[in-house]
């Protein structure tokens, strides 16, 4: 069984700074997707970023990166230059690509990003 | 295009009633899967349907089922309730030719 752990329950940034969360997995599958999802106080899950386990290089998107260390089995999220709208619970999640729609979340990052 | 939608949004059931909630996909996505998400346990995998078929399954008891429809529209349906089925229930949808999941503003169930 795969699972993901988050070993920061909480977190907290300046606006601007930038602040590392992180993530690692145990699997024994080869082929499967890393995902970052955001949930604000309204509590609606929004998608940040996915990484796909063979691809080496990291996935960016705008403010947001990813360090993907596959032999470590890593997969920690980098948000630079941080806004207040950026406060929320972070959820790492794992899929096999084999195995349907199953995501197997981490018990989230609450990140606060004080003004 | 319209995001996932989930009805209702809330709802207030009492212990040994039972309840069904409604997820519509994202149009063209035809797999969607279910969540609960509890303080305690975080967010745990229910089930997943795809093409009206249910084609992976959580390790929630039989009180916790599930259907799709030909439009794939889904429905969860939880008899019995007990006060730990009080939880935000989230539902996702998905398409096969893209790995992640869309997810719906939740429906936030309290059993009293």
């Known amino acids: 069984a795969q699972t993901v752990t988050q070993s920061q329950p909480e977190m907290s940034v300046q606006e601007a700074e930038t602040v590392t969360l992180s993530c690692t997995y145990d699997?024994?599958?080869?082929?499967?997707?890393l995902f970052w999802y955001k949930q604000p106080p309204s509590r609606q899950m929004i998608l940040v970023i996915r990484q796909e386990a063979y691809k080496q290089q990291n996935a960016t998107e705008n403010r947001f990166s990813v360090n993907f260390q596959k032999a470590a089995k890593s997969f920690s999220l980098k948000i630079s230059d941080s806004q207040l709208g950026d406060t929320a619970m972070y959820f790492c999640a794992f899929r096999r690509v084999e195995y349907g729609n199953k995501l197997v979340f981490g018990a989230g990052t609450i990140l606060r990003v004080k003004s | 295009k319209a995001g996932v939608t989930q009805t209702p949004r809330y709802l207030i059931k009492t212990r040994g009633q039972q309840v069904t909630l409604s997820c519509s996909p994202i149009?063209?996505?035809?797999?969607v899967s279910w969540y609960q998400q509890t303080p305690g346990q975080g967010l745990q995998f229910l089930f997943e349907?795809?093409?009206?078929?249910?084609?992976n399954k959580g390790n929630f008891p039989g009180r916790f089922s599930g259907r799709q429809f030909s439009n794939s529209r889904s429905e969860m349906n939880v008899s019995t309730l007990e006060l730990g089925d009080s939880a935000l229930y989230l539902c996702?949808?998905?398409?096969?030719?893209?790995?992640?999941?869309?997810f719906g503003p939740g429906t936030r169930l309290t059993v009293t």
């Open positions: 349907y795809f093409s009206e078929t249910q084609r």
């Open positions: 149009s063209g996505h035809r797999s």
């Open positions: 699997t024994s599958e080869n082929n499967y997707y």
């Open positions: 996702a949808s998905s398409s096969p030719a893209i790995g992640e999941q869309y």
